[in-house]
């Protein structure tokens, strides 16, 4: 069974910076993209950013671009987002997910999520 753990998450001024973190267990991590995924106070659960299972390509939504990285660590099972000039509304719960393929653009396919973490950013 996979396994995703987030951690990083907090409080934070408008512009600073967060570091996501996710361990993943259960299976080959390198095999599977990754993403991160978002879900603000009424609003439905929407995708931020992911990267394939070597690394090597990313995709972002057009909202974070230039302010978000995405990275990975497959010799450590851990999956990154590092978050610089947050905006207040980049306030939401932010999850983890394992995709069921290695490749960029399957959204359907992100079937495994971990519990989220939250980030407040105040203005």
């Known amino acids: 069974q996979v396994q995703l753990v987030e951690s990083g998450g907090g409080l934070v001024q408008a512009g600073g910076s967060l570091r996501l973190s996710c361990a993943a267990s259960?299976?080959?991590?390198?095999?599977?993209?990754m993403g991160w995924f978002r879900q603000a106070p009424g609003k439905e659960r929407e995708f931020v950013t992911e990267?394939?299972?070597?690394?090597?390509?990313?995709g972002y939504a057009e909202s974070v671009k230039g302010r978000f990285t995405i990275s990975r660590d497959n010799a450590k099972n851990r999956l990154y987002l590092q978050m610089n000039s947050l905006k207040a509304e980049d306030t939401a719960i932010y999850y983890c997910?394992?995709?069921?393929?290695?490749?960029?653009?399957?959204?359907?396919?992100?079937?495994?999520w971990g519990q989220g973490t939250q980030v407040t950013v105040s203005s």
């Open positions: 997910a394992a995709s069921t393929v290695s490749g960029l653009g399957w959204r359907l396919k992100y079937a495994y």
């Open positions: 990267i394939n299972g070597s690394g090597g390509s990313t």
């Open positions: 259960g299976r080959t991590f390198s095999n599977y993209a």
